[in-house]
């Protein structure tokens, strides 16, 4: 695995002050925060609507590959969307 990677125990969760919705005059996921909001794509999508503070990483992973069994490089693709958006400050890990 060449890019990020973090202990699968660890537990992702959504800083407080941020919210994961559909919004509907966007026709997508949106990240709400206090300062603005992000548009999501659905895979962004997916993976934030996972950190909830209740699933660690390793079972998030294992539930997005089973809801994408042909997805190749998913769990790398976690990984790096996981250091996004932590150092974007959107996540924390617990």
């Not at 949106?30 to 996972?50: C, F, K, Q, S, T």
């Not at 699933?55 to 190749?72: H, K, N, R, T, V």
Request: hydrophobic share 40%; net charge negative.
């Amino acid at each position: 695995m060449n890019g990020p990677t973090f202990d699968a125990a660890r537990i992702p969760a959504l800083r407080p002050g941020y919210r994961l919705q559909w919004e509907p005059a966007q026709n997508s996921h949106v990240l709400l925060y206090p300062e603005g909001m992000i548009r999501l794509n659905p895979p962004a999508a997916a993976i934030l609507d996972r950190c909830d503070g209740r699933l660690c990483i390793g079972e998030l992973i294992a539930a997005l590959m089973a809801q994408y069994p042909d997805e190749s490089g998913l769990a790398e693709d976690v990984h790096e969307f996981l250091d996004t958006a932590r150092q974007h400050g959107w996540i924390e890990l617990r």
